[in-house]
Every structure is written in structure tokens, then in C-alpha cells.
């Protein structure tokens, strides 16, 4: 049972930036996130809660102790919401209609709350943390909200402060600030999107690449090298120079959700080799090696297929795909190659559209969060074992899923 005081009252007086918004705000449609790996380090001070895991279901929000699974908190919500690490070991930004909401998911000493403090935005889309900033993508506008990633713990009654930078065109997209202050941010109108372009900190193009159409999710790896994907490749941007790479099928092999680690130079992402496929499913998946400027791409296990939300990078730099058999499918990127598997949930078949609840995975150190829609049911599991360690049924469905580390 729901506890009405989480859900009623007691509310923050929301601080809004001076930012305009069209009267009429929708949530992207956006079938997969940006990768994992380039967030910035969680501050100490929530460090005393260890991790929360934050679930959305079809009118709500529930929050999870990430050692217990057992429930926290549970808000009212829209009918469907996204949800994303806001990068300071506390946080989750919530994409509704009114733009990114900030929910608190609590410490040791402080229960969850879901705050009506909003950062305004038309259409919200991707979050990205790095560097000790955290930025926020409108596609409605394609203005970029960025601010200091740890400014939200300091923060109580109002937002933290922060700067907008205007958008040229609308378009679905996302932009990142790396650690010298440069700016890098994907290029597109109402009829596609094109490419990346990069500003230094006078706002003056440091690099620009127009090759990349249907450009979509961006990730960070060892080096601050940074890449996205294109519909025929993708864009790596290291040391002022951007480099296309030539997906081996083309002219349509896509990469659109990127998966890294700081440690490591090598790129897990989803590819899809058929344009026209119906369905989300895919049985491929795609290797980038930033170094030599490669990118390959492995078959999945026989019977093994997954969607967006099932790709994550762990332990030792490897990758986990939860596929559809039910089992988590070990991803060795040096090697290239598959090594092992280990089951987890019932086998299950893909959304019928991509906003659907299916199974999702995130991972926090060792431990991956994985969820059965089919059952109600969150899994955590140690990923150097393979062991379930704790699993719970919800009294709802969980869909999406965000950790606070």
C-alpha cells in the first residue's frame, strides 16, 4: 500500500529558470538513453545510503533500498515517465510534461521525496553527467541546462544555479561538457539529425562532422574521448579532432545507445542491421575501439536478443546483455567474443513499442539491478558470481529504471 504522506503535501516551493517554454510540452520519443560510465564520482555525503534504485510504473514512482529492495518511497506520477542518474549519488531526474523533476531519493537520514522542483523544458530528453556537470537536453527548443552535478545536494528550497545554452534548431539530441570546458552537442532540424559540432568555452567551433545522420546517444571513455552514434557508424572526438567510423554494414547498420567505463577505450553498443525489422529485438552487437578507430560487431548467442534497456558495462570493463532467454550474456570487449551466461529471469519476447514495460538492466559495481516485468518482480544480482542475491514482487509493474551510484 501506497503511504499517502509520500505522496501529499509537504512539497518544495520549486525555484524555475528563467527559461521560456512552449505552453504545450511532450515527452521525447526516444527509444534507448546515453551510456553509462562517464558520470561523475557520487559525493560522500550520500554515500551513508548506499545505492537507491529508482522504478517508474504506469502513474508513479517507487524507490527502492538497493541492498534490501525493499520500498522507500512511492509518488504519483504521470502515466509514463523517464528516468535518469542526475550524477551526485542522490538524485534521479524524472522527464515529464513540465520538463525534468527532481527526485530526492534520500540518505540514511532522510526518506525519498519526490520535490516539485522542475528545470523547465519542452520535449525533456537526455541527461548526461561528466566532469562535475550535469546537462539536461530539451528537444523541444534543443537549449542545453547544464549545472554543477553535486549543486542539487546543496540545494533545498529552490533549483541550483545554472547556465542555459540556446539551441539552433529543434531536433532530438543531446550535448556534454567535457572537462576543459568544451561543448559538444549533436546537429539536426524537424527533418533529421545530421552530425556533432564542438564549441570551446567562447562558444567559437573547435570541430564540426555533418556524416553522421540519425546521430543519437553519446558516451564517454577512458581519456575523455567521446563518441555517438550514427545510422551508418559513429563519431569518436578526441583531441580536437572528430574521426567517422563506417559501420561494416551499410548503408544502414546503427549504433544509437552507447555503453563505456572510464577505464577503458572500448565501446559496447546496440546495432540494429535492418531498417525495416519490426519489432525492438535485436541479435547483434556493436564493438567500437576508440584507439584504433574500429568498429565491429558480434552475434548475439543463439536465442539471445535484447532491447535498449538491456545492455550495461561492469565489472572488469565487461559488458552485460540481459537477453531475452532470461539469462545475463557476459561481453568480453577485449577479446570480442561472449564467455559466459548466467540465468536470471523467465525467458521473454520484445514491446510491442519501445515506451512498453520490458525487462531492464542497470549496474552499480558489482551488482546488477535487473526487472521481470512479467512477474513484478527486481532482481539484484552479483555480476562476479552470477548469484541472485535478492529479489522482491512489486504491487506494480516496474518499467524504467535509474540508480543514485
Known amino acids: 500500500m501506497r503511504s499517502s504522506s509520500l505522496r501529499a ?14 505552453a504545450t510540452v511532450a515527452l521525447s520519443a526516444c527509444a534507448g538513453g546515453g551510456g553509462a560510465g562517464s558520470a561523475a564520482p ?38 509514463f515517465t523517464r528516468l535518469n542518474s542526475a550524477g551526485d549519488g542522490r538524485h534521479v531526474m524524472v522527464t515529464t510534461s513540465a520538463g525534468f523533476q527532481v ?16 528545470f523547465p523544458a519542452a520535449k525533456p530528453g537526455h541527461v548526461v553527467t561528466h566532469g562535475g556537470k550535469t546537462v539536461l537536453y530539451a528537444d523541444g527548443t534543443s537549449d542545453s541546462t547544464i549545472f554543477d552535478t553535486d549543486a542539487l545536494l546543496a540545494s ?38 545530421t ?5 570551446d568555452p567562447s562558444g567559437a567551433t573547435v570541430a564540426e562532422n555533418a556524416t553522421c545522420p540519425g546521430v543519437h546517444g553519446e558516451g564517454t571513455t577512458q581519456n575523455e574521448v567521446v563518441v555517438f552514434g550514427c545510422e551508418n557508424g559513429a563519431l569518436i572526438y578526441a583531441d580536437g579532432e572528430i574521426t567517422k567510423v563506417d559501420a561494416p554494414d551499410q548503408p544502414y547498420g546503427r ?24 519489432g525492438y529485438l535485436l541479435h547483434r552487437v556493436s564493438l567500437i575501439d576508440t584507439e584504433a578507430k574500429t568498429q565491429t560487431v558480434v552475434d548475439m ?8 534497456r538491456d545492455l550495461a558495462r561492469g565489472p572488469e570493463d565487461l559488458g552485460y546483455i540481459l537477453a531475452s532467454d532470461g539469462s545475463i550474456h557476459v561481453f568480453d570487449l577485449e577479446k570480442g567474443a561472449f564467455t559466459e551466461s548466467f540465468p536470471v529471469i523467465g525467458a521473454w519476447e520484445g514491446p510491442v513499442e519501445w515506451q512498453d514495460a520490458h525487462p531492464a538492466i542497470k549496474v552499480s559495481g558489482d551488482i546488477a539491478y535487473v526487472t521481470e516485468p512479467a512477474k513484478n518482480a527486481v532482481h539484484a544480482v552479483d555480476l562476479t558470481t552470477g548469484e541472485v542475491l535478492k529479489s522482491v514482487t512489486l504491487d506494480v509493474t516496474p518499467n524504467e529504471i535509474a540508480l543514485t551510484r
Open 195 to 199: 552530425g556533432i559540432v564542438v564549441k
Open 9 to 22: 503535501g509537504g512539497f518544495r516551493r520549486a525555484g524555475l529558470l528563467a527559461l521560456a517554454v512552449g
Open 156 to 193: 533545498t528550497d529552490e533549483l541550483p544555479a545554472s547556465e542555459t545554452i540556446p539551441g539552433v534548431e529543434a531536433h532530438h539530441g543531446v550535448s556534454i561538457v567535457l572537462e576543459d570546458g568544451s561543448f559538444v552537442t549533436t546537429v539536426g532540424n524537424a527533418n533529421g539529425r
Open 42 to 79: 557520487a559525493s560522500d555525503a550520500p554515500a551513508q545510503a548506499g545505492t537507491r534504485v529508482a522504478l517508474s510504473y504506469a502513474g508513479g514512482i517507487v524507490v527502492l533500498d538497493g541492498e534490501s529492495l525493499e520500498t522507500l518511497g512511492d509518488f504519483t506520477s504521470e502515466e
Open 255 to 278: 549504433m544509437g545507445n552507447i555503453f563505456v567505463t572510464d577505464t577503458s577505450p572500448l565501446v559496447l553498443g546496440d546495432y540494429k542491421d535492418d531498417r525495416d525489422a519490426e
Open 103 to 118: 527526485l530526492d531519493a534520500g540518505t540514511a537520514d532522510a526518506e525519498p521525496e519526490l520535490t516539485d522542483l522542475v
Open 301 to 308: 548467442p543463439a536465442g539471445a536478443e535484447y532491447t535498449f
